[in-house]
């Protein structure tokens, strides 16, 4: 009997195809919903023009660079998306780029204007309401760069080695925070999903200690919304609810290290606290051996799509969040797969070589789709590119280096993009004198018209 589950996880293990036929589906479905630019210079330009610079959203990477303007690295979750990219950049060849990021937990991005003449996608990392919301999915900020995320993962895995399953606390178990996200302007309730569904599970574990130890960190951060004075109808508490609501201290439980939830058999996931979306919680919890149990709920992140419960992962609600702890105790041979499920997912899709190589594939991905090596890998043509756009007002740095989770970034040196154009032009000398003539004269009066008709229709 061993011998044949043994044989079935070496199967599952090596089965690695599907989950990326997944993701690649998925990215093709958010990238359709975008139209495609004609194989044109101008259209090209004119793309390229639309996406750089939006000085808080546009990120370049070009040539092994990373390139942003100073006011996109002012927002934490963008700086962190930077660094992780050049990150990336530095473990070997990145592709040519330009898009918008957005650190939005819901998805949202002011940037992608649907009813722009030239609407292009934001790269976001969740989507608080499933994949139909616009927008391209790329891992969340909390990775860091690829060997903050690489140590990380390694201290939560040895600490795994170390500690058996059998030997575990066979109970689930969470830490976190709840707090009071209502508010007055718009929708008041709009926020509150994430700590509602918070509050549920951690009264659920008021009442069922025996299978349950989901608490939050500290008192300061055991602050749920009072639904007597600012109620959500659609959001109702339970009377266990309302009991953590009275007396927050019942649900209180310290802070507990990354590496030590390899004390515990199961592992809750919980929507986040800002709007119900996703969780920096999870990033790790594939790799501590326990079985994933993720709360329902519609926000989606970018690996989502090759998950599947009850093979990856159980899904579980207020309603039934105990009992299925309670039967898995009493079915080993579903912890076993789930267990094998979760180290699927943390081989295969959370690894540090995996984040990078989605993220290369989203690339790949937006360039076919909108032309960006027409301009972009054609160094002649960039350099057309990088002269004649309007780089004024901008502050473009090179985001080269992470330390101590802080972003390090060197100033561009010339105007705006000057620095840019001379590396465009140093490739372009370098593919030949005639070759640089011939580009030049055949497609600058292109360029500069995409560029010039973006001007003028945003003056």
Known sequence: MMRAMLLLLLLRRGSGGEFQDRLAAALDASLHKYPAVANRTEDAARYLARVLWMRKFSVLVYEGKVVVDRRLLEGDKAAKHAAFVASAAARGPVPNGAYFFSGDSTGRCEADAPDHAVPSPCLVIAKVSGHAMRGVLTPNPYYEDLASWAAVRARVRGAAAARPFRDRKPVAFWRGHLADSWHV??????????????????????????????????????????????????????????????????????FVARENYTDYRYLLNLPGSTAGSYSRNLNHLWAAGGVVLLWRAPFVEWYFPALAAGATHAAVGAADVADVVAELERKPWRVRQLLAGAARVDDELVCPACLRDYYVAALRK??????????????????????????????????????????????????????????????????????RVRVRAAEHRAVKAAIFKKRKKES
């Open 185 to 254: 302007v718009g929708d008041p309730c709009a926020a509150e999903a994430g700590n509602h569904a918070r509050l549920a599970a951690v009264a659920a574990g008021t009442d069922r200690p025996d299978v349950l130890d989901v608490k939050c960190v500290e008192l300061a951060q055991c602050q749920p919304r009072d639904d007597r004075a600012r109620p959500c109808p659609t959001l109702p508490y339970t009377a266990a609810m309302a009991r953590i609501r009275d007396a927050p201290a019942l649900a209180v439980g310290g």
């Open 366 to 435: 937006l360039r076919k789709r909108f032309k960006l090596a027409k301009m972009l890998d054609e160094p002649c043509l960039a350099e057309l590119f990088f002269e004649n756009a309007n780089c004024t007002g901008l502050h473009l740095v090179e985001v080269t280096h992470v330390h101590a989770n802080r972003v390090r970034e060197s100033r561009l040196p010339g105007r705006g993009c000057a620095a840019l154009a001379q590396l465009a032009r140093h490739r372009c000398v370098e593919k030949g004198k005639d070759r």
